[in-house]
């Protein structure tokens, strides 16, 4: 039923429900997904007795982490217009949103650093060599879907996990949005064939202005395929309210491109890139700071009975506050498939000292006709940043040379399940880390990372949605214990910082009449501790949002949406709080 990108147009009178079958998946049942919106089939393995040589691709994390979930591209308008915020109600994920009209994004899976999540690109890592986070630049309506995998042990992924930003497929229809809400900002976006774009003025939440733009294209052909990214964003920024705010400016970009060239079982992988920021402010003191980043990987791969997979990148950052420095990695994967057991072994070795990664996982046990289960052991390290090792001693941050690498071991265990009206998935998850790198404030103030030499992470990530006609309900919750398990100080069992104890999300569709949708979302976190000695914490939340969308024509959708209903007074962070109240009219064109 669907072309060569996947995709599948339907023509003639809607259903109420569907259930689409599609050789080598699992079924799927339910309600016809909104304007924009992805259905996603779970792979199923299919005894056909035959053996087939298939290229390694990219933008396929469910073939190595059995828990990692797929956001469509409605999803991806939804966080575009309301903030990399509303991405914390996928399970397992936390997010903090702050620091101005272009904030800064730190995303952690499963109660690790920011830092130990891998961003990608159709595959091909992002992450600035500099502080391990990308510029957060891109906006994410330029892409077509988004995969989320937490745990460690993904060939060519770090520590905790990896978000990977798939760009838009040829086949896909064209998307145009135009927005604009009360509190300034506006923008407007565009998909169209294997391209998205997208401008905006962004607005924060002490009223500083600013404007981005970014942009995804990418090719393929029988031999070559590849892609480039580009982003560019500048606006004031914002410091917490507990001190003194002053008139800084920041303006970073990035650039990203890769290219694939495949003879056969072989692959050959050439990706770079380069980044820019620069920060500058004179209120309430002087400050000027340049900072650029490159980046150039090559790796090949042969894929035969076992895929193997090497790899070098080098990276360099130029600073006016750390200095010149560089980095060099080399790595060797291996990747095993047979039915439902994957294996994937590797080593990552920069001259001094080595780190391993691997993950062992069976997927698609049958436990009922309509329950599958998976089990999963990895292992995974991270090395420092440049930031973490060479920051200078500034008054309110330092680096630390000394810094450890990060090591980690865990484990998970899941179920999904389906049924005419309703889907779900549970996953129990265990890791332990030694020598995590954290950033905290220590004494006289100063920031400055540290090696904590154990802690644990437990917990439960569940999500499960319902259906009735058109009519639809979905629901996701996040337990997760991050401890210090550091012997022999009194901090030995307490939850590390900023790592909510739970999180979860809810949400509603409902059809109205005269053709027209309502679409209501909760959101919400616990208690976050801000030190190591829980003395101090940020309190629990929880935020409302609402669409009312109706169909003008046949591809052309109106909507208004209220962002923080209630207008629930909030912190992302310390000092930081969140957004208010605010209305937006929101344009959407869908074409054929």
């Known amino acids: 039923v669907a072309d060569a990108a996947g995709v599948f147009r339907w023509e003639g009178e809607l259903p109420d429900t569907l259930r689409i079958h599609s050789t080598g998946f699992m079924d799927w049942s339910g309600v016809l997904p909104a304007s924009g919106d992805t259905v996603v089939l779970q792979p199923a393995v299919i005894d056909t007795g035959e053996s087939i040589t298939v290229l390694a691709s990219r933008g396929e994390l469910k073939r190595h982490v059995p828990s990692a979930r797929t956001l469509g591209g409605g999803e991806l308008s939804t966080i575009s217009l309301l903030g990399m915020e509303r991405l914390g109600s996928v399970p397992g994920v936390t997010v903090r949103e702050y620091g101005g009209a272009v904030p800064i994004v730190s995303v952690s899976l499963r109660g690790s650093d920011p830092g130990r999540a891998d961003y990608m690109v159709d595959g ?26 937490s ?24 998307s145009v949005t135009v927005s604009c809400f009360t509190q300034g900002a506006f923008g407007a976006s565009a998909r169209f064939g294997r391209t998205g774009i997208s401008a905006k003025r962004t607005v924060g939440v002490e009223g500083t202005d600013g404007f981005s733009a970014s942009g995804v294209s990418t090719f393929a052909g029988s031999r070559f395929s590849g892609g480039i990214l580009g982003g560019w964003a500048a606006g004031g920024t914002e410091s917490p309210i507990w001190t003194v705010q002053g008139d800084g400016e920041r303006s970073q970009a990035q650039v990203e491109g890769w290219l694939t060239v495949s003879e056969g079982s072989f692959e050959l992988d050439l990706s770079g890139g380069s980044g820019y920021m620069a920060f500058s402010q004179t209120e309430p003191y002087q400050a000027d ?18 895929t193997v997979m090497a790899s070098l990148r080098g990276s360099r950052a130029i600073s006016t506050a750390t200095g010149d420095n560089s980095q060099w990695a080399g790595t060797v994967n291996g990747v095993l498939s047979r039915d439902r057991f994957s294996l994937h072994a590797g080593m990552e070795h920069d001259g001094v000292t080595p780190l391993f990664q691997g993950r062992a996982s069976v997927t698609g046990i049958p436990v009922h006709s309509m329950i599958t289960c998976h089990l999963s052991a990895f292992a995974s390290g991270r090395r420092p940043t440049l930031n973490d090792l060479y920051w200078p001693f500034d008054g309110t941050t330092a680096g630390n040379p000394d810094l450890r690498a990060e090591r980690t071991l865990g484990a998970e265990a899941g179920a999904m399940w389906s049924g005419s009206s309703f889907t779900g998935e549970t996953c129990l998850f265990l890791q332990s880390t030694e020598d995590l790198i954290l950033w905290l404030p220590g004494e006289g103030g100063v920031w400055s990372p540290s090696n904590v030499s154990s802690t644990l992470s437990r917990g439960m990530e569940t999500s499960g949605s319902y259906s009735l006609g058109r009519f639809s309900l979905s629901a996701s919750f996040t337990w997760n214990i991050a401890e210090d398990r550091t012997e022999g100080t009194p901090r030995y069992g307490m939850l590390l910082p900023y790592r909510p104890e739970y999180s979860w999300g809810a949400g509603i569709h409902a059809p109205l009449p005269l053709n027209a949708e309502l679409n209501a979302a909760l959101s919400g976190q616990g208690k976050r501790f801000t030190n190591r000695t829980q003395t101090e914490y940020i309190d629990e939340y929880w935020i ?11 591809a052309l959708t109106a909507s208004l949406c209220v962002s923080n209903l209630l207008d629930e007074g909030y912190f992302t962070g310390d000092g930081y709080p969140g957004r208010g109240r605010s209305m937006g009219l929101i344009l959407q064109y869908d074409g054929e």
């Open 544 to 554: 409302m949002d609402m669409t009312l969308s109706r169909r003008v024509s046949g």
């Open 151 to 174: 745990g460690g042990g993904i060939p060519g992924g770090s520590g905790s996990g990896a978000l990977n930003w798939l760009p838009p497929s040829g086949s896909s229809p064209a």
């Open 289 to 306: 700071d340049t900072h650029r980043d490159h980046t150039a990987r090559v790796a090949g791969a042969w894929n035969g009975p076992v």
């Open 124 to 149: 091909v890592s992002v992450v600035s060599p500099r502080d391990g986070m990308p510029t957060g630049v891109f906006d994410p309506s330029v892409f077509g879907s988004l995969e989320i995998a």
